[in-house]
């Protein structure tokens, strides 16, 4: 269900949109869309303008903000006893996956963005600002280009959210170390595109050879099977759109399905991993669930569960794509809510 009351993202984005004209957050809207599906490495900075700024916010922060928290859930129940207390957001754009992160989070909050263009920053603030979380309120913005120094900053969490696609290889390998170098936990999110998920599994590589282990959804440290096998690995998280998400989009529905790939990574610690992921959206026949599932041995695998099975049955029945999935009952659709 849509949140829209006070301190909501919908209210907030409402209220630091105000102003900036129907016809022109489409225009950009449009303008946007067209440079991401075209899967090149833009030139010039995507949030280089006001009306790009606020276009982007408008059309792009509830799908981040939805994607990361999902991965985020998925990172948490991986570490149990995790709850960081400081996250540095690197390439924050208006802050959609510092938005999620806060959202989860019920003790104190410590939240730094990093974030290149000056209107991102102003407009990000705005939004923030109308947050019912005091972490976001009270964010810090840095101004920062990943061709600077480091930043000196150390964190319990590092994000980096729809950024990678942004660089050039050089530049994601740099963003990846800068990542691990800040914080001893590192979450990543991409589109769930074939070259989305490419660059999450270099990143990946990266963070395994500087010490990290993976945390989700990888259920293993061994080779990408649905890579071997010629696809890919993502996940979809439910948007519900606001009025003025589908007026931008010229969209009908009142919701949309943000496809996404991720990987999150511990160091000096060992996840609690499940025996398997369901990477594909479950299949619900007469008496039978058949599920896709990366397992711990690193295969991919179709795993039927019959009604004869019972409660190992019914919890098939209620997972969802990309939940936990354990044979000894400990997990289950349940995951995500957790």
């Known amino acids: 269900m849509e949140e829209t009351g006070a301190g909501s993202l919908t209210a907030a984005l409402q209220a630091g949109l105000r102003g900036a004209g129907l016809a022109s957050l489409s225009a950009g809207v449009q303008r ?5 599906r075209s899967g090149e490495v833009p ?22 903000a939805a994607a990361t928290g999902a991965a985020f859930r998925q990172l948490r129940l991986a570490l149990p006893a995790w709850s960081p207390v400081s996250a540095a957001d690197f390439g924050a754009g208006t ?3 510092s938005w999620s992160i806060a959202a989860q989070i019920a003790g104190p909050l410590r939240l730094t963005l990093l974030e290149q ?33 480091p930043p000196e900053l150390s964190a319990d969490l590092a994000v980096a959210a729809y950024v990678l696609g942004e ?12 990542a691990a170098g800040a914080a001893p936990v590192v979450l990543l ?30 259920p293993h440290e061994l080779a990408c099977p649905l890579a071997a096998a010629g696809d890919w690995c993502h996940f979809a998280a439910r948007v519900q759109r606001s009025a003025l998400h589908r007026q931008v989009k010229g969209a009908d529905l009142s919701y949309e399905d943000e496809k996404f790939s991720y990987v999150a990574a511990v160091r000096r610690a060992h996840p609690d991993w499940p025996s398997a ?6 299949q619900l026949r007469k008496n039978l669930v058949v599920l896709d599932l990366c397992t711990a041995d690193g295969q991919s695998a179709s795993r039927p569960v019959g009604k004869s099975k019972g409660e190992l049955y019914r ?16 997990m289950g659709s349940r995951d995500r809510n957790a």
């Not at 030139?43 to 981040?64: E, G, I, Q």
């Not at 074939?194 to 959804?217: E, K, T, W």
């Not at 992921?277 to 479950?282: D, F, G, L, W």
């Not at 997972?319 to 000894?328: H, I, K, L």
């Open 277 to 282: 992921r369901i990477v594909r959206r479950p």
């Open 95 to 97: 802050g959609g996956a």
């Open 189 to 218: 999110v991409e589109p769930g595109t074939p070259a989305g998920h490419r660059r999450i599994l270099a990143a990946r590589d990266r963070l395994l050879a500087a010490g990290y282990s993976v945390a989700a959804p990888c």
């Open 32 to 36: 946007l869309m067209d440079a991401y």
């Open 117 to 149: 263009s000056a209107e991102a920053i102003r407009l990000g603030r705005s939004i923030l600002a109308g947050s019912a979380a005091a972490a976001l309120r009270d964010a810090e913005w840095r101004p920062w280009r990943l061709d600077q120094a």
């Open 315 to 330: 919890r098939a029945r209620k997972a969802a794509w990309g939940d936990r999935w354990d044979e000894s009952g400990k």
């Open 43 to 64: 030139a010039a900075p995507v949030l280089a303008s006001r009306r790009d700024v606020a276009a982007y916010a408008a059309y792009r922060m509830p799908a981040t």
């Open 167 to 178: 660089l050039t290889e050089p530049q994601q390998a740099r963003l990846v170390d800068l």
